[in-house]
């Protein structure tokens, strides 16, 4: 036998028994552990007849309501300027809820890192006009009583997010 010949699993064969049904460590992170090759350790397993537990399988974003609406509503225009409080609106979910899901989704790449950090709710909406209406930035910065709303989009710019020139500007009557 294998266990024999290298004689080094005497004595430890019933903590092997132990990992091997209540660890999910790999044949070859065991045999490392017990000084043995993967094989053996392999072997000693089959011919104890041992069922080894299953890894978790972790986070099944494809069968989560709460990822898929996410990775819905990222997939907008725009949707890095979407406020955390429009999403938990939209989905219903708790901060923390949303948090967990959200983290899932960015490790994985399925959504953007910027997707869901966006915090003004006011910012929001003033970015939303500045998208779609032909209006000077000043003008749409008045109406949600922002101070500098040009200096705000310089610093998104800046920060990685991209904004657009502005709509007014873009047909030659502005100074925009
Ligand atoms: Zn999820």
């Excluded at 080094?8 to 490392?32: A, P, Y």
């Excluded at 429009?86 to 994985?108: F, P, Q, V």
């Excluded at 006009?129 to 710019?157: C, D, P, S």
């Amino acid at each position: 036998m294998i266990m024999g010949r290298l004689g080094i699993l005497r004595g430890k064969e019933d903590n092997l028994v132990k990992d091997l049904k209540e660890s999910t460590l790999s044949f070859e992170k065991l045999g490392k552990k017990y000084g043995v090759s993967r094989q053996a350790i392999h072997f000693f397993c089959k011919k104890q007849g041992i069922k080894r537990l299953l890894k978790p399988r972790g986070h099944q974003t494809e069968e989560c309501h709460l990822c898929q609406k996410l990775i819905q509503i990222s997939r907008r225009p725009y949707s890095e300027f979407i406020s955390i409080h429009t999403i938990l609106k939209e989905t219903g979910a708790s901060k923390a809820e949303y948090s967990h899901h959200l983290r899932i989704l960015r490790d994985r790449g399925l959504v953007s890192q910027r997707f869901g950090k966006f915090r003004s709710k006011k910012l929001e909406e003033a970015y939303a006009i500045y998208f779609t209406e032909r209006l000077q930035v000043h003008t749409i910065g008045r109406k949600f009583g922002l101070k500098n709303f040009h200096a705000i989009i310089r610093q998104h710019r800046a920060l990685g997010y991209d904004v657009p020139p502005s709509r007014y500007g873009r047909f030659g009557c502005g100074k925009n």
